[in-house]
């Protein structure tokens, strides 16, 4: 069955920790952006760990190797569960698994930034990424949901990972993001971990909204093992 990750785009500790507590228990990832961990750091990664949150670190880590490496192995040490780079984790203890950023759900296939190739075929680019993202030792990728029936066909039934942002309930507008995909949409073709945000830490009851996604993610993973 595929995970949910919550995205915890707050900008204190203590929102974070409110948050967690308006959740309630479960088995979902934190995920901690630039925005938190820029607030409060390592702290943030500590906090929800000792809450017994799992912590996906979406921090798009992106310098020169060794200032990678050395972050990298520093997030391992901290217990993060995902990550995004590859050669410091292998040097450092821990469980952190490695997924690679391809193409942000903000981006329009047909209206990119200077330098992009346009129009861009989502799925074909996302499966090279991934062969090349696998081929540095990296778990899988993240991508929107929508680029996931391309990745299947250009991989032709060979499993992979995916973390999926843009994850929106059916009828709920797309905010800052174009390539967005529902709950029930993103675990048919194949998602491994979904990510909400607004979605869920924006309702008036977020546990119950996220209950509401754990129920729709479990009907869905029922529905394509039938």
């Known amino acids: 069955m595929a995970e949910i990750a919550i995205a915890f785009d ?7 920790i409110e948050l967690d ?8 990832l934190a995920k901690i952006g630039l925005e938190l961990f820029t607030a409060a750091g390592p702290d943030a990664v500590r906090a929800l760990n000792e809450r017994g949150r799992r912590v996906f670190l979406d921090l798009k880590l992106h310098d020169i190797p060794h200032t990678v490496h050395g972050a990298a192995a520093a ?7 995902l990550l995004a780079a590859v050669e410091g984790v ?3 203890e821990g ?4 997924v ?7 981006l329009d296939a047909y209206n990119l930034p200077p330098g992009f190739q346009s129009p861009l075929h989502p799925g074909v680019v996302v499966a090279q990424q991934l062969a090349m993202a696998e081929r540095a030792g990296a778990a899988g990728i993240v991508c929107s949901g929508s680029d996931l029936a391309g990745v299947r066909m250009m ?11 843009g994850i929106r309930p059916a009828g709920m507008g797309r905010g800052d993001q174009e390539r967005v995909t529902t709950v029930a949409e993103a675990v048919e073709q194949g998602s491994s971990v979904l990510v909400l945000g607004r979605a ?24 394509r093992q039938a």
Do not use: M
């Open 90 to 92: 292998r040097h450092a």
């Open 75 to 81: 997030a391992a040490r901290l217990g993060a569960d």
């Open 10 to 16: 707050v900008a204190t500790l203590e929102q974070a």
């Open 95 to 98: 469980r952190t698994r490695i």
């Open 155 to 165: 991989r032709r039934g060979k499993p992979f990972f995916a973390v999926t942002p």
């Open 21 to 28: 507590q308006r959740l309630g228990e479960g088995p979902e």
């Open 200 to 223: 869920v830490t924006s309702a008036l009851d977020p546990r119950e909204a996220l209950e509401a996604a754990r129920h729709e993610c479990a009907e869905a993973t029922a529905a």
């Open 100 to 106: 690679a950023v391809t193409l942000l759900t903000s």
